[in-house]
Nanobody, 125 residues
């Protein structure tokens, strides 16, 4: 499976962006899809995840209430709607997928087998 992340850009604090993660070569069906981000000089961190079949969603504390992860089966795409963006949200955002996820591992990047290339999000006034 190949993942293509898109939708990043330069926005001001308080603005919104929607990131997309499209899959090719295999559907997302039965998978767990995660969004991670990596800021300069920092480790990559979990942002949000979704279990495709159940649609159960998971968020880091830093984005809960501001970000929403969702999926579109017809488009074979996972979205990350980001509202009320803050300068500390600035990072490269990556999507990743795994087809044999153990729920307790969902927040760990090592649990994901396939990764997209990343899309830059910059929040600055």
């Amino acid at each position: 499976v190949q993942l293509q992340a898109s939708g990043g850009g330069l926005v001001q604090p308080g603005d919104s962006l929607r990131l997309s993660c499209a899959a090719s070569g295999r559907t997302f069906r039965t998978s767990t899809v995660g969004w991670f981000r990596q800021a300069p000089g920092k480790e990559r961190e979990f942002v949000a995840g979704i279990r495709w079949n159940s649609r159960h969603t998971y968020y880091s504390d830093s984005v809960k209430g501001r970000f929403t992860i969702s999926r579109d089966s017809a488009e074979n795409t996972v979205y990350l709607q980001m509202n009320s963006l803050k300068p500390e949200d600035t990072a490269v955002y990556f999507c990743a997928v795994d087809y044999n996820m153990i729920l307790s591992q969902l927040r760990f990047e090592t649990a994901y087998d396939y990764w997209g290339q990343g899309t830059q999000v910059t929040v600055s006034s």
